[in-house]
């Protein structure tokens, strides 16, 4: 990683990942990604039970995931929203992720006759978590426009008022669009959860 510190714009940003003909071009995008975004990941991070080792792991996860979209054409820069945020709720989302894995993690090893109980609820945990994926391959397969818009409503925690803003659109537009990309939702993930 150089310590020149990059100045670039989203677009400029999104230019450097796609062009996979330049591996110098996208070691710079990277670079520049971890010098403007990581101090966020670690703040989200360490101050939510997190170590720095976490905040590193969760940050690369984040990152590969994003490149992934990217590759994948299920990300595209629109200008609605800023590169780091969609960083930032790849690694939120993450990071909540590993907080709910580690609460059924045992921190002592069962007994061998632990009671019928705890299995019951590991399973209901372990549905949980299928479901939760499922969902999360469902948002991945949105349209960006409809996958925004959940975000900010779900795991950004945005005000209506404040998505209709970005959007530059009226509350009961967004309401009608929220409510289709929520059916949408649905839709694509009990194509994968049928049990969703």
Known sequence: MSNKKLVLDDSELYS????TDNPKAQTQAFDYIY???YRQVLTLVTQ???SQSDAVDTFHQAITNFFISIKEEKYSYTGLAAISSYIYRYSKYIWLN???RRKIRPKAE?????QIADKKDLVKELER???LDAIAKALGQLKDGCREIIEWFYIDELRQR???EKLGINEPAL???KYSCTKQLIRITRGIYPDF
Not at 16 to 19: A, H, P
Request: no cysteine; charged share 40%.
């Open 98 to 100: 590993e907080l709910r």
């Open 35 to 37: 010098q403007h975004f």
């Open 175 to 177: 309401k009608q669009r």
């Open 48 to 50: 939510n039970n997190g």
């Open 16 to 19: 450097l990942l796609i062009d």
């Open 129 to 131: 978590k299928e479901k």
């Open 110 to 114: 069962y007994s061998e006759d632990y």
């Open 162 to 164: 404040e998505i209709a």
